[in-house]
């Protein structure tokens, strides 16, 4: 079974010094990692996303998928109908805590070519997002 998790969107707004904690927005839609990717696009087009965390089924996140990565997933010689998100290579981390400064987690988007990332706390649970302003 997949589930769905949708949470509210944070109005907090980033700054240049803080911490994660300061600028996240809330964790918003979560998916299993047995979700389809033709399930996933549209949950996130229901939700009017650009990203989903993905958790394993012992609810830790594993990692966050863009619409993009989920729209060019069709293109691969191996895939179906049936593609699970825990089959797209990006599906894992990177990730940060709240903790982190915004100017390591800066350092981390940039030497991992992200957008964003993963909010966890120290049992993998999703807390929120940290990504760039658009």
Do not use: K, W
């Amino acid at each position: 079974m997949t589930l769905v998790q949708r949470q509210a969107r944070s109005t907090n707004t980033p700054t240049a010094g803080g911490t994660v904690a300061d600028a996240m927005d809330t964790a918003g839609p979560q998916a299993d990692d047995d979700m389809t990717v033709e399930v996933a696009l549209s949950v996130m087009a229901g939700a009017r996303t650009t990203h989903l965390l993905v958790r394993d089924d012992s609810g830790r996140c594993t990692g966050l998928l863009t619409s993009a990565q989920l729209a060019a997933a069709p293109d691969g010689s191996a895939y179906s109908d049936r593609v699970r998100l825990r089959d797209i290579s990006g599906a894992r981390g990177p990730f940060t805590s709240p903790r982190t400064t915004m100017a390591e987690a800066g350092h981390m988007m940039r030497h991992s070519n992200v957008d964003a990332l993963p909010v966890v706390d120290e049992d993998g649970s999703a807390l929120g997002v940290l990504a760039l302003a658009r």
